[in-house]
């Protein structure tokens, strides 16, 4: 009987994904990544520029921890690709404000305590920030329709309205008689005022 000894066969050498120069302005700040051409603006942002404030949440793009501004508009981030970017104004909740002077959103959300983890918290505020940018929400029924891809597992819904509401009233975009009221539907329910400082 001969004996037949085979060498493992291992493992193919893996190919490095080929990558390409991508040029994208972010926060007001120029950056060249060489990055795969299937590279995320998500995974841009967190992996090659350590931008972590935009979270990766569900990246199918149906919770919105992702959200950043492109342009003035929000996009999920997980679902486009950087190579598209190129020719575009990114900002992220780190080009918002910054810890001395924080944005009108970012102190409203404090303001009314509209977080409890914070995960979702980037995201609320860019989209808030993108809402407020289009125009298009002028009461407390299109900001939550309009804010509806933003998911909050703890539930501060409530607290991120009043928060979003704050903003667009001290900015004269509320288009509605009655005062806002962070989710009250009856007249006589006194609206939820701010804490006062």
């Known amino acids: 009987m001969s004996q037949v000894t085979q060498v493992p066969l291992g493992r193919a050498p893996v190919a490095p994904a080929p990558t390409q120069p991508v040029s994208l302005n972010i926060n007001g700040q120029a950056h060249t990544l060489h990055i795969a051409p299937w590279t995320t603006l998500l995974d841009a942002l967190r992996e090659y520029l350590d931008l972590t404030g935009t979270k990766k949440g569900c990246d199918h793009g149906q919770c919105g921890a992702c959200t950043v501004l492109v342009d003035g508009k929000r996009i999920n981030s997980c679902l486009s690709l950087a190579v598209t970017h ?76 009043s928060a979003v509401m704050e903003v667009m009233q001290n900015e004269g975009l509320i288009m509605e008689d009655k005062a806002w009221s962070a989710g009250a539907t009856e007249p006589e329910i006194a609206p939820v005022e701010p804490p006062k400082k």
Request: aromatic share 6%; net charge negative; hydrophobic share 30%.
């Open 86 to 161: 190129e020719d575009s104004r990114i900002q992220t909740i780190e080009g918002l404000g910054t810890e001395d002077k924080l944005s009108p959103l970012q102190q409203a959300f404090i303001d009314h305590d509209a977080f409890q983890c914070g995960y979702c918290t980037p995201g609320q505020i860019c989209s808030a920030q993108g809402l407020i940018n289009e125009g298009k929400a002028k009461n407390e029924a299109e900001v939550r329709e309009l804010m509806s891809g933003n998911v909050c597992r703890c539930g501060a819904y409530p607290n991120i309205l």
